[in-house]
């Protein structure tokens, strides 16, 4: 079992940046797939970003495309999301997420039933 903690939430104006870390410990070794996704009051949880762990690949979802990146540290065990040209739209919790099943494909990558270790969540706030 992985174990993820979150940190580096808060708020900020729209044009500003984030960065968020996600540490995480426990069967590390076994971790396949680590992503981001943010639940907006109301609304269902949703896909953001993800990275291969050992490759590096990454996917996003278009609305992120070229203002989030997700970075990694594996020998620290840190996942990172940079967020930069926030937008009030990005309001959301943001949760960390870690597949240790096994290889995914990059649709499976961005569904939440996939993911196995969640962290406990941090809140961004953007305002207008």
């Known amino acids: 079992q992985v174990q993820l903690v979150e940190s580096g939430g808060g708020l ?41 762990w050992n490759s590096g690949w990454t996917y996003c979802t278009d609305s992120v495309k070229g203002r989030f990146t997700i970075s990694r540290d594996n020998a620290k065990n840190t996942l990172y999301l ?8 990005d309001t959301a919790v943001y949760y960390c997420a870690a597949n240790t099943h096994g290889l995914i494909s990059v649709a499976q990558a961005m569904d939440v039933t996939k993911y196995d270790g969640w962290g406990q969540g941090t809140q961004v706030t953007v305002s207008s």
């Open 12 to 52: 900020v104006h729209a044009g500003g940046s984030l960065r968020l870390s996600c540490a995480a410990s426990g069967r590390t070794f076994s971790i396949y797939d680590m992503g981001w996704f943010r639940q907006a009051p109301g609304k269902d949880r949703e896909f953001v970003i993800t990275v291969r």
């Open 82 to 89: 940079q967020m930069n040209n926030l937008k009030p739209e």
